[in-house]
């Protein structure tokens, strides 16, 4: 029952380490397919570990079933991991959305979701259950982003559709029970809806990366990206509005990307393959420069 980490790749790969060492991320390695890491929990080998999907679900997960990784001292690449259609029975709608920990003295999850809804999960995960419910949520809301949270000083942060936005402490809102439906958590302009929902220690250097483009278009090659450092943004108040994180251009009117989250940070496209990031732009509501390759992840360094 060895210390290990249970990792979960952008391209829904699953697999464990072969110890409790932290996964570091160094802004200079070599790219390999694969190697954006979207959700690392701490586990042990004959443990189980949570699962947490887009229906509000939180699916038992045992870390034994899951493949190992070679100990080696490059940083991992889940090209060894497996699908998790292998291990979790997913409905064809529902998507994974992050792994956690099922020990009572975690500060919880924190959950964010297409409505614009915020909830601190209180920590009561029966273990005789393999399956619960860690939100009751509305018809037609679904979970966009959620994370398990490490100290409860982090910074919750929602990007919405219109480019708005908006970040306060995670102590502004209070932990519920498994089965409420949560809190307001971001004002939504009419026809806007969250495209992003994440945790950033607010005492580590992080980035805001954004994707404009057009309603109805597929076409990457008009899309604008922009990446910014985090502390260019204000915090606000929980259920505000937030403020402009990139100015639209002519043909422009919607984000179709959005991410907040600690650097270094790696983007990947949608098969795993490595994607340029655009260098930074110090202007917090400025507008994109063009696309530099379809971006379909990003993800930084793992909460510890």
């Not at 209070?174 to 220690?201: C, H, I, N, W, Y």
Request: proline residues 8%; contains cysteine; glycine residues 10%.
């Amino acid at each position: 029952d060895d210390p290990c980490r249970v990792l979960l790749s952008s391209t829904g790969l699953l697999a464990r380490t072969a110890n409790a060492d932290p996964v570091e991320i160094s802004e200079d390695a070599r790219r390999t397919k694969h190697d954006v890491i979207v959700s690392a929990v701490a586990a042990t080998a004959r443990g189980d570990v949570g699962a947490v999907t887009s229906t509000g679900r939180m699916l038992r997960l045992s870390v034994i079933d899951l493949p190992q990784l070679p100990d080696t001292h490059a940083e991992p690449n889940l090209s060894g991991g497996a699908q998790i259609s292998e291990f979790l029975s997913l409905e064809a709608d529902e998507e994974l959305i992050c792994l956690t920990t099922l020990e009572d003295s975690s500060p919880g999850l924190a959950i964010g979701t297409l409505q614009g809804v915020v909830k601190r999960v209180v920590p009561d995960y029966p273990p005789n259950k393999d399956e619960l419910e860690v939100i009751s949520l509305k018809d037609g809301d679904r979970i966009v982003g959620a994370t398990e949270l490490r100290t409860g000083e982090e910074d919750l942060v929602f990007i919405t559709s219109d480019a708005q936005l908006l970040r306060y402490p995670a102590a502004s809102v209070r932990p519920q029970g498994r089965p409420a439906g949560g809190m307001a958590g971001v004002k939504l302009a009419a026809g806007a809806e969250v495209l992003s929902f994440t945790a950033v220690d607010p005492a580590s250097e992080a980035i805001v990366f954004t994707v404009a483009g057009s309603h109805g278009t597929l076409d990457d090659s008009v899309l604008t990206s922009k990446l910014t450092p985090f502390d260019q943004y204000p915090r606000k108040g929980r259920a505000t509005g937030g403020v402009r994180c990139q100015r639209f251009l002519k043909g422009e009117d919607v984000l179709v990307f959005a991410w907040a989250g600690p650097t270094p940070a790696r983007a990947a496209q949608k098969n795993g393959t490595p994607a340029k990031l655009p260098a930074p732009d110090p202007r917090r509501d400025g507008s994109g420069t063009p696309l530099l390759e379809p971006v379909a992840v990003i993800a930084g360094p793992p909460l510890y």
